[in-house]
């Protein structure tokens, strides 16, 4: 998690005055109430302002610029526990994440993605939990502890589903530095979908691991009993276009979804064709012929819609290319997330659909079963307490027996909303038989409807954030440094915190654990006590390639070095580690240098005119690292260096253009630990 920085003030000292004596000048320096000293008391003070000048160079040398920030972890801001789903009030929150997308001004550009959300019951005790995917990829479930007249739902259960883990991609200067201290393994190659069958069609492209990772975020989620066996199943989109099956292998109460054994072994497609992306599927029985159909609502660009795939029996859906139909046009509306009710008591099924400002499309079904070519009708927008849209004046009148232009009646000013982009599921949350709604929204948080009409006659208030009833302790993260506890990679119940001395202990009992300041950094495992879901596993790799953090054990903080290092100088680097079950720990200070050689020159220009020109610099990136481990007491680890350049260019340079630290270390799965204090980097 990104910090903001924080530097010392630096303290400044005023000249000595020359009119006073030598004697008077370290009197006041070292007894600064002192001030006014008369003559009597000078020889007094002079003997020992003798001693103390003598011992202003070792005093200097203690009292050397330290570089590092907040280097005894003293300083440091309160955080929610991740791992329990909630935010500092105590709200669900899941972290989000930013995808390339048509936004409404027409322009692809960067935005926050919201969480995707589904419920049912998932540990069959009666009541519909919510089930969240969250935009690192990890499905986790908040489990309903209420009564089916009233939801309460606990902190989050993590699955061991992750499809899409991240990694960490070190510097150049750290992966030359650990060269020698590890054999690098070679990186696995990306591995292609499945040729297409069908002649004439292009073959699928490799993707680097970079493309992939952004292919394959932004996971959108269903619950729904595609096998028939009573457990709910899970339909899985994301923004490259793929739709996966994960099916429930749990029992006796409890749902367990797990990574499949490859990633190509999931999907539900077969061969290439991409015809859109942003996927958000939904499984269901929708023309009541006993066949399980696969809804698709995409995308991030114009003319959007629902797609439907219908069933052929049951078991695992078909998307055959060829069977592909539009359900119901978008119509200028994106980002479109389905779930289906039957809406107005007709029995038919209903179409719901969220869309990219937050609101809620209706499209009424016709009953029967499905015809391609014929999609239904938009019918209207969600409005608050039922009422009729209030609409603009200018609004055009619709032909008769015809609903609004969707984008005309979007502007009606009374419309139900979730506060931009949302993702949407239906479920009876208080056991009214009326379904209410609940929203995936772009704050990372969920919101909650409930139904306060009909059966014919629907009626919501604005959303409610949901609120976790019983608490998890939080966590204290270090002012100054990032951490990461490798949650984007799987390292389930990981944690960084600050832990606080007793201040009420003496000092040197047991309970004074610092052995600099009042506090220091612990990273480890929390306990993670799920009743619905079985603990997720974490899938400890033997070794990283060369360069590339994947381990989802490795726990990394780092600093960056907001003063310059002198070229030619020598630093001591040195921390305090303890700990049980340490491995493969390491510090690197890392240090880079660039000089422009001369003026950029225009080389060629572009199809749209943009000019490129040459850099003209030179740069070089160094590392100094040190292995570590842990033990049961605090031990110091030090390393002496001299901050140097390689290539002659840079043979003038006197200064670092950018230095910065990291600690990497790897714990033992569930078990491990291991504390950090009093790190330095002084100059010698």
Not at 31 to 58: E, G, H
Not at 77 to 95: D, K
Not at 412 to 431: K, Q
Not at 620 to 640: P, Q, Y
Request: with cysteine; net charge neutral; glycine share 12%.
């Amino acid at each position: 998690m990104p910090l903001h920085f924080s530097a010392f003030a630096e303290q400044k000292r005023s000249p000595l005055d020359a009119k006073n004596s030598f004697s008077d000048h370290l009197c006041r320096l070292y007894f600064p109430q002192s001030r006014d000293i008369n003559s009597r008391m000078r020889p007094l003070f002079f003997s020992a302002s003798l001693i103390a000048f003598l011992s202003i160079p070792a005093l200097l040398a203690a009292q050397a610029t330290n570089l590092i920030q907040n280097p005894g972890f003293e300083r440091s801001m309160s955080s929610p526990n991740v791992w329990a789903g909630i935010n500092s009030a105590g709200l669900i929150t899941a972290p989000t994440l930013s995808a390339a997308v048509l936004g409404a001004d027409g322009k692809v550009g960067g935005q926050t993605m919201p969480i995707s959300v589904s419920a049912g019951d998932l540990n069959g005790d009666g009541l519909h939990d919510i089930a969240i995917m969250d935009g690192q990829g990890f499905l986790r479930v908040h489990f309903n502890t209420g009564t089916k007249q009233e939801p309460k739902f606990g902190p989050a259960e993590f699955s061991s589903l992750l499809l899409n883990p991240s990694f960490v991609v070190l510097s150049p200067a750290e992966v030359e530095a650990a060269k020698g201290e590890a054999k690098p393994t070679p990186p696995p190659r990306p591995t292609p979908r499945p040729s297409a069958t069908k002649p004439g069609v292009i073959p699928p492209p490799v993707y680097s691991e970079e493309q992939l990772y952004g292919l394959r975020g932004v996971q959108r989620i269903n619950l729904a009993d595609i096998s028939r066996s009573g457990r709910l199943d899970l339909l899985v989109g994301n923004y490259g276009g793929d739709v996966l099956l994960i099916q429930n292998s749990g029992g006796s109460g409890r749902s367990d979804f797990r990574t499949p054994a490859t990633y190509e072994s999931a999907l539900l497609q077969k061969g290439f064709e991409r015809w859109g992306n942003v996927f958000a599927p939904y499984g269901v029985d929708w023309d009541k012929d006993n066949k399980m159909d696969l809804l698709i609502g995409e995308g991030s660009y114009s003319a959007n819609s629902i797609h439907i795939f219908p069933g052929k029996g049951i078991g695992r859906p078909s998307m055959e290319p060829d069977d592909r139909s539009v359900l119901a046009y978008g119509m200028g509306l994106e980002q479109l997330s389905p779930t289906v009710v039957d809406y107005n008591g007709d029995g038919n099924n209903d179409l719901l659909v969220s869309e990219r400002s937050g609101k809620v499309a209706v499209y009424l079904g016709k009953g029967g079963p499905f015809k391609p070519g014929e999609p239904i009708p938009f019918h209207s927008f969600i409005t608050i307490d039922g009422a009729p849209p209030t609409l603009p004046a200018n609004t055009p009148t619709p032909e008769p027996g015809a609903s609004l232009d969707p984008m005309d009646a979007i502007k009606a000013t009374n419309l139900l909303s979730a506060g931009g982009g949302c993702t949407i599921a239906t479920a009876d949350f208080n056991g009214d038989g009326l379904f209410d709604l609940v929203f995936g929204k772009r704050s990372g948080r969920v919101g909650l409807a409930i139904n306060g009409g009909t059966a014919t006659a629907p009626k919501f208030k604005a959303p409610v954030d949901v609120k976790v009833e019983d608490q998890e302790k939080r966590l204290l993260l270090p002012s100054a440094w990032n951490v990461d506890y490798g949650y984007g990679r799987g390292n389930y119940g990981g944690y960084f915190t600050v832990v606080k001395n007793d201040p009420a202990a003496p000092p040197g009992s047991s309970s004074q654990k610092s052995p600099e300041g009042d506090a220091y950094l612990e990273a480890g495992y929390l306990k993670l006590d799920y009743k619905g879901l079985p603990p997720p596993t974490i899938s400890k790799k033997d070794a990283d390639d060369l360069g590339v953090i994947r381990s989802p054990n490795t726990f990394t903080f780092s600093q960056s070095i907001n003063k310059p290092l002198k070229v030619g100088r020598t630093y001591v680097l040195s921390f305090k580690v303890k700990g049980a079950q340490v491995n493969r720990g390491r510090a690197n200070l890392v240090y880079a240098a660039s000089k422009k050689l001369g003026t950029g020159e225009i080389i060629s220009k572009g199809e749209r005119g943009d000019v490129k020109r040459d850099s003209s610099r030179v740069g070089e990136g160094k590392s100094e690292g040190l292995n570590f481990s842990g033990g049961s007491n605090w031990v110091e680890v030090k390393k002496e260096f001299t901050v140097k350049f390689d290539k002659k260019e840079l043979a003038d340079v006197s200064q670092t253009t950018e230095a910065w630290i990291r600690f990497a270390v790897e714990l033992t799965p569930g078990s491990g630990i291991a504390q950090f204090d009093d790190v330095k980097l002084i100059e010698k």
